[in-house]
């Protein structure tokens, strides 16, 4: 129904930055809203950020307050997560999801559709 492919991941020294970007594609009519999470060595997958298709505050897990943005651009059917200061506990693969219902969008249950998950990896 709904495709997502995550792309921008790799390497990075700490304190560097990275743009990480997801496209949707088939039914994104159904989408109410996006978000990122992620899954670090040996943990379970945690909430990172999740935006509204259309409109309304963004939402941030705390670990990532003032260093991670989440935006969208509907006409591509795009979200992104520019990440900036990045720290080591960042490493993990993150994973773009797509919601289509109504949701408070930090919580994994909400989510139906996933992506295939890039890897980024912060050195020390």
């Known amino acids: 129904q709904v495709q997502l492919v995550e792309s921008g991941g790799g390497p990075v020294q700490a304190g560097g930055s990275l743009r990480l970007s997801c496209a949707a594609s088939?039914?994104?009519?159904?989408?109410?809203?996006m978000g990122w999470f992620r899954q670090a060595p040996g943990k379970e997958r945690e909430f990172v950020a999740a935006?509204?298709?259309?409109?309304?505050?963004?939402v941030y897990a705390d670990s990532v307050k003032g260093r991670f943005t989440i935006s969208r651009d509907n006409a591509k059917n795009t979200m992104y997560l520019q990440m900036n200061s990045l720290k080591p506990e960042d490493t993990a693969v993150y994973y773009c999801?797509?919601?289509?219902?109504?949701?408070?969008?930090?919580?994994?249950?909400?989510?139906?559709?996933w992506g295939q998950g890039t890897q980024v990896t912060v050195s020390s």
């Open positions: 999801a797509a919601m289509t219902g109504y949701g408070l969008g930090y919580r994994e249950y909400e989510y139906d559709f």
């Open positions: 088939g039914r994104t009519f159904s989408l109410m809203a």
């Open positions: 935006i509204r298709w259309t409109g309304g505050s963004p």
